[in-house]
């Protein structure tokens, strides 16, 4: 049995971390890849979707997404996974070109000729996502749900109260909470739990691969980084979150999570709270639930489960 998924990512290290593990597991069924403005530039982030896909030797389609949010500035995080996204490595050359149908084009048109139900695994901004749900409503009850990498119920990285991938495309992200369609919300609740330590890098580098040596590069180029940011955790020094890894960890091994069913609503206007996430967990709202939010993981399975991807990829 396999699981159709479309991938939506802005690569960026932990995207890169989070298709490393669904590449690994040939029970998800990749239909699409599609990226996003984000941790980079759509230049650059659609070019490190197909250089690591080439790489990996994965033939999926790779269809570039919108180039700026909904209405705001882009704001990108180079200076968390560098200039090229990825750190200070390098992959070959692509072999894999950009499809000739645009990212919204191709979600439509997969997701409509399905015969079952599909996940999409969104670890960037929802752009893509909130455009698809907006002009083609039409795809939603093909959606079995959207495995999402965003948000926070307690805190944030951009604000003292705004997550990255919300704020950098608040408006998409209220579209897509308000469609209806369920989400399951891997936030800063949950991904500041699923962390790797330095010792654990160790470990990966250890396994001798050309992969394992950028795979241990790149995470140690991310811990360096973060630490330079003003809204790094603290007491995280010598490890690192694997945000997006979350998301797809989820699809496979949802076993491995907790979480509560709640209503989020997307802060839009706050001077100093665009793109916070407003979790009712104590259902004050009286609003439906629309997300499950997750706040709880094994991370030592999480890790495990890593680490044997690495390994698998680097056969």
Known sequence: MTVPVIIDCDPGIDDVMALTLAFAHPELDIKLITTEAGNQTQEITVHNARTFTSYMKKNIEIARG???PFFRK???AD????????GNVEFPEPTIQVSNRPAIEAMKEILLSSDEQII????????????????????????KYISYMGGAAVGGNMSPTAEFNVYVDPHAADIVFRSGVPIVMSGL????????????????????????????NMLRFYIY?????????????????LHDLCAVSYVLTPELFEGDDCYVAVELEGKFTAGT??????????????????HTINREKFVEQFIDAVQKMSL
């Open 79 to 86: 200076d968390v996974h560098g200039e090229n996204g990825l």
């Open 120 to 143: 999409l695994i969104a670890t960037g901004p929802l752009t893509n996502v909130g455009a698809l749900l907006l002009a083609h409503p039409e795809v939603k009850s093909k959606i």
């Open 74 to 76: 882009l704001e990108t």
């Open 277 to 294: 996430t407003v979790v009712d967990y104590a259902q004050q709202t009286g609003l439906p639930h629309n997300a499950k939010v997750l």
């Open 66 to 68: 919108l180039d700026q």
């Open 189 to 216: 609740d949950v991904t500041h739990k699923a962390y790797v330590t330095l010792e654990e890098i160790k470990e990966i580098e250890a396994i001798g691969s050309d992969f394992a040596s950028k795979v241990a």
């Open 225 to 241: 980084s973060a630490k330079q940011t003003a809204f790094h955790a603290p007491g995280f020094e010598d490890q690192i979150h």
